[in-house]
């Protein structure tokens, strides 16, 4: 039996759960969330309480999984997620042009990546960028697709990274001829 899936996920105030076959919707002060799940996995909503079962223990590993992504979907309508990601490098900047991110970072034109729905990126420096949203997989997506962009480089470190990333910095060529 997993040991996470076992535990019960605490409804805060505010937020409605709904669970119709094995179809969950979440609904909170940030919006609303749907998801479906296994057949063999059972979902119950006991007052303030959501628990989670399995009919079968060689299914112990989506115990935990599906325990968990309901309880980011509640974590993400009440409080939401986020990911910071940092621009790196001399004349590398970042800016917000209406609904869109403008990404300056060594080529011959600026990259531009449209804002999807659900999602919300903010720049609120030239070197940082905030991607916000209530679905976590989808901030996780967004935040990889930004950082794809520019892979931080291993001599220098140029490149676009998620915040407190630790880049392992290589050694440049050494001396001339002997």
């Given at each position: 039996m997993s040991r996470i899936g076992k535990n019960p996920i605490t409804i805060p105030a505010g937020v409605e759960v709904k669970v119709e076959g094995h179809t969950v919707t979440v609904k909170g002060p940030k919006g609303t969330l749907t998801q479906e799940f296994l057949p063999y996995v059972n979902i119950a909503v006991e007052g303030t309480e959501i628990n989670v079962t399995i009919d079968n223990e060689a299914h112990g590993n989506i115990h935990g999984l599906t325990r968990t992504l309901i309880n980011n979907m509640v974590i993400g309508v009440t409080n939401g997620f986020e990911k910071t990601l940092e621009v790196n490098g001399v004349g590398y900047r970042a800016q917000k042009q209406g609904n869109k991110l403008v990404l300056t970072v060594g080529f011959s034109h600026p990259v531009e990546i449209a804002e999807i729905?659900?999602?919300?990126?903010?720049?609120?420096?030239?070197?940082?960028?905030?991607?916000?949203g209530i679905d976590k997989q989808l901030v996780g997506q967004v935040a990889a697709n930004i950082r794809e962009k520019k892979l931080p480089e291993p001599y220098k470190g140029k490149g676009i990274k998620y915040a407190g990333e630790r880049i392992i910095r290589k050694e440049g060529k050494a001396g001339g001829k002997k």
């Open positions: 729905e659900g999602i919300t990126i903010d720049v609120p420096n030239p070197n940082t960028i905030v991607v916000k």
